[in-house]
């Protein structure tokens, strides 16, 4: 069965101090996978697409890379703005988009 | 350029009764799909429509229904509302069918309570 975990469930982090948030799955004929952001009230904003092992994707503080089992979203530098839950997905060998549960991030000043 | 656009924003209902709602997807777009999130969960597919059908469809019963517009808009009905139908329904709309390199952008959803 299509399957995406993201670990940790929750992160605390310092303004200023770099993480990494991590996103396994297992899917039949993957079309791509993609990192989104929500923040509290919204909809999920799109971050990133990736579609093969060893590509790399950058915004602003950000940095997705993909391989065959997972995906690191990267964050360097954090600030207090970027505190949101960032959730993973995956796109199945047809057209159904499964999603993570979510890491929900906090950044304190 | 407006977004995916939903309404209504809140909802509440009691059990037993149906409920619609409805979504604007972004201009340009022609594919929409729908999610359903629980508190403190991820996203979870209910189905997609293209082309005024419905293509593929996730692991929900049939009191969860929808229909898509000549103008792209959509539609989700559910029946017979239950207590765990409590949760946001998110409207995602793509372009080109949905298909490879299109990234789905999301409405800020419509949040249903049933009592």
């Known amino acids: 069965e299509d399957q995406v975990t993201q670990s940790p469930e929750a992160l605390r982090l310092q303004e200023g101090e770099s993480s990494s948030l991590n996103c396994s799955y297992t899917v039949s004929g993957l079309r791509g996978l993609f990192w989104y952001r929500q923040d509290p009230g919204k909809g999920p904003e799109f971050l990133f697409t990736?579609?093969?092992a060893g590509e790399e994707k950058e915004k602003e503080r950000l940095k997705a890379t993909l391989t065959k089992k997972e995906s690191f979203l990267h964050i360097t530098a954090p600030k207090p703005e970027d505190s949101a839950t960032y959730l993973c997905a995956v796109q199945d060998g047809g057209f159904k988009t499964i999603f993570g549960a979510g890491t929900r991030l906090f950044v304190k000043a | 350029d407006a977004g995916v656009t939903q309404s209504p924003t809140h909802l509440i209902k009691t059990r037993g009764q149906q409920v619609t709602l409805r979504c604007s997807p972004k201009?340009?777009?022609?594919?929409v799909s729908w999610y359903q999130q629980a508190l403190g969960q991820g996203p979870q597919f209910i189905f997609q429509y293209y082309e005024e059908e419905e293509r593929q469809r996730g692991n929900f019963p049939d009191r969860f229904s929808g229909h898509q517009f000549p103008n792209y808009s959509s539609e989700l009905n559910v029946n017979a509302l239950l207590l765990g139908d409590s949760a946001l329904y998110l409207c995602a709309s793509s372009s080109q069918g949905g298909g490879l390199n299109q990234p789905q952008h999301f409405g800020d959803g419509t949040r249903l309570s049933i009592l």
């Open positions: 201009s340009g777009h022609d594919t």
């Open positions: 990736l579609y093969s």
